[in-house]
């Protein structure tokens, strides 16, 4: 470990401000400081002492995001072979996965901390942790086969638009992971939907009866049909016990979508796991998940299509509700602040995500959607919670 | 006239040339004063329209502008307003009639934004704010300069916006076919950006050149 530290310590001060290399400080504190405890110590008085900092939280919450990226992974290798009719072992589904994974995390991570990295030496200050979970989360909810370039073109805007002007980590108003899918989802609509980017398929014939949309795709092609006719019965039969988008392929995540959406129960896993740890709101997960389910419940009293007339709790389990809910909503810098503040965030983020799921199919993504607008509105609402918090104080100061 | 011995001003003089390169840069009717945001945001998505309606705006702010400096001492002052919407009006029926005689194709793309030209707040605020003050010269320049300053914003976020989304500038393709991904021969690398052809992107590129804007002229920067 000496070797180590003296390289850090030999470079100091060539990156040092009068140094040569000057804008590559913050790229230099940010790797001393994951090699070795930092030695900052506080100006001021510290008010809190705990062992947590912002790394602490980040690293966190990459653990908890890494049962899901694995299995989604597995999936993706799983769904290739499936698809061209190949039989493969856990291991070389696994390994094609994370193949296809790994340039795109490197993509993601390259492009994001270059951009902040650019930005820590322009406004001289470290580089912050944000993107260790950002530029995991991105890769995660793309599907596999998106071109690089695309993926770096996303993170770039996320960072510099979602982020940067707006100050930098713990400043921002939107989450930049969600702010790449939807500018990714717009910009590249042909690589970011539709029923031809889910599943890789090449190098080889696809098999007899193929079908690469996701189960939210074949759900959409039911709304304006009615109920319980031939032309949907096909389609809901894959809904059912024993076909491809059933309950528990759903819940285990065997279906096609975004790399690490899938599976339900590892995201809830990772869930619990941020909840324990106090990193994760559990307010924002639970309120959440009551608003999709409330929302999904009223469809389903209505029920004129097969899309309403799903399961509330089956719909929930399709798409990136699940992912959205404990490793979207909960960002600590764009859900709201104040805790009343988080149930109503929470609510109105799952009950809009599957409303716009469902009467807008062209939006099959409505989570991503719900969540970048209850950021935008976070900041009001914590305002009328505040706001409400002063007046009755201040009626029981009148009343005394 | 007043009483006072008046220095016969030239008609270049430094004080009406600022008149022009004012509202370019220090004084941008879009990226400072944030006025005729709307149709920045609908007609920028191809170069031709956006140039057509900074022609049609320069017309009719500058000829608005001569008129109301004209006659600005023969309006009640209770009823400016209205006259001002007579002769903005009347002005962009004019522009309206041209555009559909003699280019009608960008009549159609430019719809009711022609017609809105009416609305557009540089419009009026230039007509109170300057033309009911100043002799028709310099109302005459100071149109123009604003519709210069206008002009350049709309047809910048027009070039970023069509050369982006659609790779093609005044209908003209500049990207080479053979960049484009094509499915079938598995070619190709690139794709348009079809972010840039919604609206929302034009508030991204105009507050990205608010952004370059005041970074360049430090005086922009509001203290806080």
């Known amino acids: 470990m000496k070797f180590v530290q003296n390289i850090f310590d030999k470079t100091r001060p060539l990156v040092e401000k009068d140094g040569k290399r000057n804008i590559l400080y913050p790229l230099h504190n940010a790797l001393e400081t994951m090699a070795f405890v930092p030695d900052h110590t506080t100006h001021s008085g510290a008010h809190v002492r705990d062992a947590i900092d912002l790394k602490r939280t980040m690293v966190t919450v990459i653990f908890a995001m890494v049962p899901a990226l694995l299995f ?67 890769p995660m909810i793309m599907p596999v086969d998106i071109p690089l370039w695309m993926v770096a073109v996303s993170t770039i805007f996320a960072v510099l638009i979602g982020k940067e002007v707006f100050g930098g980590t713990g400043m921002n108003l939107l989450n930049p992971a969600l702010t790449a899918r939807a500018f990714a989802f717009f910009a590249y609509p042909t690589w970011m939907s539709g029923d031809q980017v889910w599943i890789n398929t090449k190098g080889g014939e696809v098999v007899d009866g193929y079908s690469g949309a996701t189960a939210l795709g074949d759900l959409a092609t039911t709304v304006g049909q009615g109920l319980g006719n031939t032309a949907t019965d096909a389609v809901m039969a894959q809904f059912g016990a024993g076909g491809h988008y059933s309950f528990m392929n759903a819940f285990l995540g065997l279906i096609p979508g975004s790399i690490g959406e899938t599976s339900a129960l590892l995201i809830l896993l990772g869930g619990l796991f941020l909840v324990f740890k106090g990193v994760g709101s559990w307010k924002i997960m639970l309120s959440f998940f009551l608003g999709g389910f409330v929302m999904a419940g009223i469809f389903n009293v209505f029920a004129v299509n097969e899309f309403m007339g799903l399961n509330p709790l089956h719909q929930l389990m399709l798409g990136g509700f699940m992912f959205g809910m404990v490793f979207m909503a909960t960002d600590p810098v764009s859900a709201a602040q104040t805790e009343t503040g988080k149930y109503i965030y929470g609510f109105l983020a799952g009950f809009f995500g599957i409303m716009i799921r469902v009467f807008n199919p062209a939006y099959p993504e409505g989570i991503m959607l719900a969540i970048l607008f209850m950021n935008v509105m976070a900041p009001l609402i914590d305002y009328y919670v505040v706001e409400a918090n002063i007046k009755r104080r201040a009626k029981r100061v009148a009343h005394a | 006239m007043s009483t006072e011995v008046k220095q016969k001003e030239s008609l270049f003089s430094k004080k009406n040339r600022k008149l022009i390169s004012d509202p370019f840069n220090d004084n941008n009717p879009i990226t400072v004063q944030v006025l005729g945001i709307c149709s920045a945001l609908a007609i920028t998505v191809k170069l031709e329209p956006a140039i057509v309606m900074s022609l049609s705006v320069m017309f009719v702010l500058a000829a608005g502008n001569v008129i109301i400096s004209l006659i600005r001492n023969l309006i009640p002052n209770r009823i400016r307003i209205i006259v001002q919407l007579v002769v903005v009006a009347s002005l962009v029926i004019l522009v309206d009639q041209f555009l559909k005689a003699y280019a009608y194709d960008v009549s159609k793309q430019l719809s009711v934004f022609v017609g809105l030209i009416i609305t557009n707040c540089i419009i009026m605020g230039r007509f109170e704010a300057f033309a009911l003050g100043n002799g028709p010269w310099k109302a005459f320049m100071d149109g123009i300069g604003n519709s210069i300053g206008y002009g350049v914003i709309l047809i910048a976020v027009a070039f970023f916006r069509e050369l982006l989304g659609s790779g093609t500038l005044l209908g003209v393709p500049v990207i080479p076919q053979s960049w484009y991904i094509n499915a079938e021969t598995g070619t190709g690398f690139y794709a348009n950006n079809g972010f840039f052809l919604f609206p929302p992107m034009a508030l991204i590129v105009v507050g990205l050149i608010i952004w370059a804007q005041r970074a360049k002229n430090t005086k922009l920067i509001e203290e806080n």
């Open chain 1, 72 to 138: 989604g992974m597995w999936n993706i290798g799983r769904l290739h072979f499936a698809a061209i009719g190949e039989e493969a072992a856990l291991l070389d589904s696994f390994l094609f996965g994370a193949l296809k994974m790994l340039p795109l995390i490197t993509v993601t991570y390259a492009a994001g901390l270059g951009v902040e990295i650019y930005f820590s030496w322009k406004r001289n200050h470290p580089v912050n942790e944000g993107f260790l979970v950002s530029g995991l989360l991105i």
